[in-house]
């Protein structure tokens, strides 16, 4: 019997791959069955993180997402390299933390740019693709998670423009999930909390840490590797009836008071 939750023959583009959740992406979509690109800005980071995979497991992509000319020739690639596109995991993002009387112009606009015109730029090119193949009768042309945050759900102190961002990821699934759910095109959204990664390190730490834990009903911080399965799974055909959905992976996070 086939496994329906594997991705065996899928071919998946992930933003932000080369460290953190995105690698944790990686890892896991490979080992899931799936030929990936995997894109980032990073290039010595993207290299190293390539670096265990043969030439038919993974592709790497070095550039900006804000760019649609650069999100095209990574569909160009990938297409070229694996022949297919069936998803997209659109992780890519940044922070530039500051209290909202102190927050300058320059660093909401970049959170912004990356993390919701980049998740658009990605959503579209690939949203482009898996149109056309339903278009030319492909009866699963493909799916797409978008990653979001509880931050956008509840609001953050201190990321106001992280927050904002977030927030229009949910509206982002919502609109291309009712939009392509005529061609059979998954769109969800996937939430998470306090992952243990170099973003999250100040917030991490001994000044803070009690307090945030105490939120979390789980009490204790998402590792990467927590949050990879049950995103990835959202790719498979097992999630083939599931769209326009946000899912906390957050230990619960979202329901604490």
């Known amino acids: 019997m086939n496994n329906p939750a594997s991705l065996k023959n899928k071919t998946i583009i992930i933003t932000g791959a080369a460290q953190g959740v995105g690698k944790a992406l990686m ?21 190293e993180s390539l ?18 000319a650069f999100m095209e020739s990574v569909i160009n690639g990938t297409v070229e390299a694996f022949g297919d596109i069936n998803g997209l995991l659109n992780n890519a993002g940044i922070v530039r933390a500051s209290m909202i009387t102190d927050m300058s112009r320059e660093q909401w606009q970049a959170v912004i740019d990356v993390n919701l015109t980049g998740a658009f730029i990605c959503l579209q090119a690939v949203g482009r693709v ?74 991490r730490q001994e000044k803070f840490r009690d307090r945030y834990l105490d939120n979390i009903p789980l009490h204790r ?17 097992a999630a083939s009836y599931i769209t326009g959905q946000h899912v906390g992976i957050s230990g619960g996070f979202h329901i604490s008071s």
């Open 27 to 47: 890892d896991c979509a490979i080992e899931m069955g799936a030929c990936v690109s995997a894109v980032d800005i990073n290039e010595s980071a993207l290299n």
């Open 130 to 203: 898996l149109v056309e193949k339903a278009r030319n009768g492909n009866p699963n042309p493909g799916s797409i998670v978008n990653v979001s945050s509880e931050a956008g759900r509840r609001g953050t102190v201190g990321q106001i423009n992280y927050g904002a961002a977030k927030s229009g990821v949910l509206g982002l699934t919502m609109s291309a999930a009712r939009e392509w759910s005529r061609h059979n095109i998954n769109v969800n959204s996937v939430c998470y909390g306090l992952v243990e990664t170099a973003m999250t390190e100040t917030i």
């Open 51 to 68: 670096d265990q995979y043969t030439n038919s497991q993974a592709a790497g992509f070095v550039g900006d997402i804000t760019s649609e």
């Open 221 to 237: 911080f998402s590792t990467p590797e927590d949050v990879a399965p049950a995103t990835c799974f959202f790719l498979s055909d």
